[in-house]
C-alpha cells in the first residue's frame, strides 16, 4: 500500500462535459504529481503541485488545471473533455520538493462517449 | 530530457533471474535512473534507483555500466507475480520523471 487513494475509481462522461478527479496524499507528502496514461502507452506527465504551487507541467492544454490543498488533498480538473480524454489518471506523492521514489495511487479510469 | 530505450517484451523462466536492459545514452552527470514496474490496472510501483554505483535491495539490483549510458535490472528469482512492464527513466533536472513505453516482462512457468 502506498497511502495514496484516488476517486473515483472509475467514471463515465460525455464530450464537452468537465470532471474533477480527487487525490488524497500521504501525510507530509508536500509534492503531488498527476499522470495521464492511455491504453496500451506509459504514464505521460501532466503536472506537479509543490505546497499548493504548480512547479511544473508537461505538454498538456490549459484545460488541464489542479488545485493542491494543505490537508495534502489534490484534483485534477479537465474542462471541455474529448474523446482522447480517455485514458486511466494517475496520481502520485513524495516527501520534498524532488520527485524521489514517487508514491502512486492506483487511479482513476476515465471514459468519455 | 534524457530518454532511455527498452526492448518491447521479454519472456524469463520461473524462478531464473531475468535481466532487463536499459539504454540512456544521453544522461547528464547528475541524472538518476529509476526503475519502476506497473501491473496490470494498478499504479507504477517503485523498485530501485541509482547514480553511479550498482544497488540492490530486497526487490532488485540495479547495474550501471562505468560511462552510465546504460543500465540493466535484475530481478534474482522471478515468480509469476514479477509479470509486469517494468519502466525504466532518467529523471531530468526539473525533476519530473518521464516514462517510455518500458518493457513487458512475461515469467512463464
Known amino acids: 500500500e502506498t497511502g495514496v487513494t484516488q476517486s473515483p475509481t472509475h467514471l463515465i462522461k460525455t464530450r464537452g462535459q468537465q470532471v474533477t478527479l480527487r487525490c488524497s496524499s500521504q501525510?507530509?507528502?508536500?509534492?503531488v504529481s498527476w499522470y495521464q496514461q492511455a491504453l496500451g502507452q506509459g504514464p505521460q506527465f501532466i503536472f506537479q503541485?509543490?505546497?499548493?504551487?504548480?512547479?511544473g507541467r508537461g505538454n498538456f492544454p490549459p484545460r488541464f488545471s489542479g488545485l493542491q490543498f494543505p490537508n495534502y488533498s489534490s484534483e485534477l480538473n479537465v474542462n471541455a473533455l474529448e474523446l482522447d480524454d480517455s485514458a486511466l489518471y494517475l496520481c502520485?506523492?513524495?516527501?520534498?520538493?524532488?520527485?524521489?521514489?514517487?508514491?502512486f495511487g492506483s487511479g482513476t479510469q476515465l471514459s468519455v462517449l | 530530457d534524457a530518454k532511455t530505450t527498452q526492448p518491447p517484451s521479454m519472456d524469463c523462466a520461473e524462478g531464473r533471474a531475468a535481466n532487463l536492459p536499459c539504454n540512456h545514452s544521453?544522461?547528464?552527470?547528475?541524472?538518476?535512473v529509476y526503475w519502476y514496474r506497473q501491473i496490470h490496472s494498478q499504479g507504477p510501483q517503485y523498485i530501485i534507483h541509482?547514480?553511479?554505483n550498482n544497488e540492490t535491495n530486497e526487490m532488485a539490483s540495479l547495474i550501471i555500466t562505468e560511462d552510465r549510458k546504460s543500465s540493466t535490472l535484475i530481478l534474482p528469482h522471478a515468480t509469476l507475480r514479477d509479470t509486469a512492464v517494468y519502466y525504466c527513466?532518467?529523471?531530468?533536472?526539473?525533476?519530473?520523471?518521464?516514462f517510455g513505453t518500458g518493457t513487458s516482462l512475461t515469467v512463464i512457468p
Open positions: 502520485a506523492s513524495s516527501p520534498g520538493a524532488t520527485n524521489e521514489k514517487l508514491f
Open positions: 501525510s507530509g507528502h508536500n509534492t
Open positions: 503541485y509543490y505546497r499548493e504551487e504548480e512547479n
Open positions: 544521453t544522461i547528464s552527470g547528475n541524472e538518476y
Open positions: 541509482g547514480l553511479k
Open positions: 527513466i532518467v529523471l531530468n533536472t526539473g525533476n519530473q520523471f518521464y
